[in-house]
């Protein structure tokens, strides 16, 4: 049986246009070439994580679609039906070798060879703006998160106890069922509210002590888990208490979800969502259509801060500066524009209130054009959250430079196989 996959798939299309050499070089420094067994294709595996965000598609669906797809075995650099299929599992242990370094690496590699696309006018034109990638966490609240502290506490409790530890657990059937109760009742007052967070920190204390107590009981491994489990434990207290006492709603660092200690409130004051709660992306738009990833942080950056990022991540992507930067208001300052002006950078911030005499400004008809350009960035933000996945990243926190980063990569092949 013959399979002839058409010149003009979209998969086919996209497979020129991506840097695998340089790609498989780079993820390939990941790995050790002296120990361990041998590893599953670079080429196959860095394909699949490309085609699952091109496709929104999980690890096992991607890898059944890799058996009978041969436009896709095509993309992933197979050229007949018979070869080597990897197991759904080793998708998340190829992942967990990439850091942020590397993506970093395989977004510039790729831009590089894809920037031709870009018509010569705006190839070393840039636009940057921010936007939050949310966290695959539920919405917090002080009394969601209290009753999680405690309901992961009395399980470290009673780990140590299936361990051998001689300890009792008093409460946690009574504890289990006022939080049952608390929740199913629909309409809560403030004093209800509070009451019940204070009985939550004062049985999740109890269960702090009752650990400390035993936990030098236990195998070391244990101990080292349980402890990871009382040190999110006990600073979720504190901050609470903290807030109780001082009648507030702002803590520092703080906790919003036990499983993922890092993840911070980024307050973004839009309609709707003023607050979402995940990692603050800065990103690039080069050339007009190419996307890069300038900054990744679970803290609330200044937008000022995103123009010298830009500058340094685009110069050293192509070893100049751009010859024009556009970014809303939200990003000036006089620093700014006096770095793009030492630097003979047309300035495309938007000034916010009164522009200053002593302002250098473009001729008007450029300052004209570099403000309808602005909105380039906001298509582009809604294209990944809508069609890539940017809407709330499904791995674990820690990756979240996965999961952007290989969204990226697919919107550039795709920008670039449709031109």
């Known amino acids: 049986m013959q399979v002839e996959v058409p010149e003009d798939h979209e998969l086919v299309k996209m497979e020129k246009e991506i840097d695998w050499e340089a790609m498989a070089e780079i993820v390939g420094k990941r790995y050790s070439g002296k120990t361990g067994r041998n590893s599953k294709s670079l080429r196959m595996m860095i394909g699949l994580e490309i085609a699952k965000r091109k496709y929104g598609l999980s690890d096992e669906a991607i890898v059944d679609q890799l058996k009978v797809d041969m436009a896709l075995k095509v993309f992933c650099g197979f050229n007949e039906w018979g070869h080597d299929l990897p197991e759904a599992s080793s998708m998340s242990r190829f992942r967990a070798r990439l850091d942020e370094e590397t993506l970093r690496q395989l977004e510039e590699v790729n831009i590089r060879k894809m920037i031709r696309k870009a018509p010569r006018r705006n190839r070393y034109q840039i636009i940057t703006d921010s936007t939050c990638v949310e966290a695959n966490v539920t919405y917090p609240t002080d009394s969601k998160l209290l009753s999680k502290a405690y309901q992961n506490l009395s399980r470290a409790a009673e780990r140590l106890r299936e361990e051998g530890v001689d300890l009792l657990i008093r409460g946690k059937h009574t504890m289990k069922k006022t939080i049952r109760s608390f929740n199913l009742k629909r309409r809560k007052t403030q004093q209800e509210i509070v009451e019940m967070n204070k009985k939550l920190i004062r049985e999740s204390k109890k269960m702090v002590h009752l650990l400390k107590e035993n936990l030098h009981q236990a195998k070391e491994a244990v101990q080292t888990k349980v402890q990871a489990t009382l040190n999110t434990a006990e600073t979720i207290l504190a901050q609470q208490m903290e807030m109780i006492r001082t009648k507030t709603r702002r803590v520092k660092d703080r906790i919003v979800s036990f499983h993922e200690p890092k993840v911070r409130p980024i307050f973004r004051g839009k309609a709707g969502k003023q607050t979402e709660f995940g990692p603050k992306l800065a990103l690039n738009v080069i050339g007009g259509g190419l996307v890069q990833t300038t900054r990744l942080s679970n803290d609330n950056f200044s937008d000022t801060e995103m123009v010298p ?111």
């Open 309 to 419: 990022n830009s500058l340094k991540i685009n110069h050293h992507t192509f070893g100049r500066d751009p010859t024009e930067l556009i970014v809303d208001r939200g990003a000036h300052s006089p620093k700014n524009h006096e770095l793009l002006n030492q630097k003979k950078i047309i300035d495309g911030i938007q000034y916010r209130g009164k522009i200053p005499k002593n302002a250098t400004l473009p001729p008007p008809r450029t300052m004209k054009r570099m403000y309808r350009q602005r909105s380039t960035v906001e298509g582009k933000i809604g294209t990944f959250k809508t069609a890539y996945g940017g809407h709330r990243n499904q791995y674990k926190n820690k990756n979240a430079h996965v999961w952007i980063g290989f969204a990226f990569i697919a919107m550039n092949a795709t920008w670039a196989a449709a031109r």
